[in-house]
């Protein structure tokens, strides 16, 4: 780091380890603590789903079939809309978090393989790759944190469809039935996360920043 004074002479070198130090720490700490919560948030989604779908099992299995009332679909009905209300929340929430972290790390990304690309061949190759690898590694990893998050979330809700179509829906009465044909349809509008209420999280699109990112390095050393 250049900084506008002399560094190297005590105690002014051991204070500014030592702010650098907490201050990395407190960075990493806040963005641990956002992408755990995220995953949470997700995986709690996940396991609401799965209650679901197995609602949707025995609601509809032979065992129950004469024993189900109108009370029970409400509480399926119910506990779908409590899920989409859910998600829509953790989406306004992490929405434009998503936006920040995958515009600094598309940039952050661009750099450090710039840096890694440019050295190639130099003297101090084994010096730069321990000082930029691991850090390129953890923005990679990162970034594909969200991206699995939202893809976990879009499969899972796909999921509650499947359950509901291959219940025994078929064998009620039309009145008993009814309700769980909008479930279906509703079922189909898949839940997400995107970024900046632009693009969807996903798998593909992590696919698509880690190719962007290699085009930007090449461009750069091109022009350099």
């Not at 995107?194 to 696919?207: C, E, H, P, Q």
């Amino acid at each position: 780091m250049e900084l506008p004074f002399d560094s190297n002479s005590s105690p002014v070198y051991e204070l500014v380890m030592v702010v650098q130090f907490f201050q990395l720490l407190s960075n990493a700490c806040a963005i641990d603590v956002l992408n755990a919560l995220i995953l949470t948030l997700i995986l709690h989604v996940g396991g609401q789903i799965d209650i679901l779908r197995e609602w949707l099992t025995n609601v509809f299995s032979k065992d129950n079939i004469y024993g189900m009332t109108e009370i029970t679909m409400k509480n399926v009905i119910g506990k779908h809309q409590k899920i989409i209300m859910f998600s829509e929340s953790v989406e306004s929430l992490y929405s434009y978090i998503a936006l920040m972290q995958f515009v600094s790390n598309t940039l952050i990304i661009c750099s450090i393989g710039f840096v890694i690309a440019s050295s190639l061949g130099s003297p101090d190759i084994a010096t730069i790759l321990v000082k930029t690898l691991l850090f390129y590694i953890v923005m990679n990893l990162e970034a594909f944190i969200f991206c699995f998050a939202g893809e976990y979330l879009s499969t899972k809700s796909l999921y509650i469809a499947d359950a509901a179509y291959e219940s025994l829906w078929y064998d009620m009465c039309v009145n008993e039935s009814r309700p769980i044909t909008f479930l279906i349809l509703r079922s189909q509008k898949r839940l997400t996360i995107t970024i900046g209420k632009v693009m969807d999280l996903s798998l593909g699109r992590f696919a698509s920043i880690v190719k962007a990112s290699a085009s930007y390095v090449s461009v750069l050393l091109a022009m350099s």
